[in-house]
């Protein structure tokens, strides 16, 4: 069972993973959320799965509402578009263990990509090996290449199957109405939210630490209401 993490926790993960990739930083989140699950399991998550965990340790860390921002690409400007991490997970349920696809190249059973899969599929140098990676780990029975319009068919009932997994934002522009998309990279998004917390953390002990002479493990003990209050009075 996912557990919170505690900010001793949290500033843990975010000082031995901040230089690594953002699914692998989303796994480390997680892994730490979840003491008990091996790390083989967490990397058998579907994508779906692992961004719905992300969004709701993410709400438990920071608050289920969040921004985000885009460019539109008529005028410039910056859209900024409010979310709740608790309503875009509603709706998730895990994938079926496996999916086919019939058509007259006959019957093709897959399954839908995993996080180890993205992981993997992230060291290839184009998209293209990429994409290939994915197919040739989720396919029952790979093979060098599919038509076409069964690779569409294949693809679109993977997506179908896990539609969290890809979460696509839209509207319209506020400055100019005109229609924008946008991907909304989970891993990278919360891993962006752990690290401008932890730079706020650590510039909140600095200033504690010089005024009071608490120790960092004390301050991380204080409730964020306590430690703003003694923030507050350090700048009068």
């Excluded at 900010?7 to 892994?31: D, F, I, T, Y």
């Excluded at 005028?75 to 709706?91: F, P, R, V, W």
């Excluded at 693809?155 to 909304?184: F, K, N, V």
Aim: glycine fraction near 6%; proline fraction near 6%.
């Amino acid at each position: 069972m996912m557990q919170r993490l505690s900010a001793e926790k949290l500033l843990a993960v975010w000082e031995e993973h901040w230089r690594q990739p953002p699914l692998r930083q989303g796994l480390a989140l997680l892994a730490a959320a979840n003491p008990e699950e091996h790390p083989e399991t967490l990397l058998g998550l579907s994508m779906g799965t692992f961004n719905a965990r992300l969004l709701t340790l993410y709400a438990w860390c920071f608050g289920a509402t969040f921004t985000a921002v885009t460019t539109c690409t008529g005028c410039g400007e910056l859209i900024e578009t409010t979310l709740n991490a608790a309503n875009l997970c509603a709706s998730h349920s895990d994938p079926p263990p496996w999916l086919e696809v019939v058509d007259d190249a006959g019957v093709v059973r897959f399954r839908s990509p995993t996080l180890g899969d993205l992981i993997v599929a992230g060291e290839a140098t184009t998209l293209d090996a990429a994409s290939q990676t994915i197919l040739a780990r989720c396919l029952e029975t790979p093979t060098r290449s599919l038509p076409p319009a069964t690779l569409a068919a294949v693809t679109g009932a993977m997506e179908q199957a896990d539609p969290l997994a890809a979460i696509e934002l839209d509207g319209a522009c506020p400055h100019c109405a005109q229609p924008w998309s946008a991907a909304l990279d989970v891993a990278a998004f919360v891993w962006r939210q752990v690290h401008q917390w932890a730079q706020r953390t650590l510039q909140e002990i600095h200033l504690l630490a010089r005024a009071y002479g608490w120790s960092e493990d004390a301050i991380l003990r204080l409730s964020p209401g306590r430690r703003q209050a003694y923030l507050q009075m350090i700048y009068g």
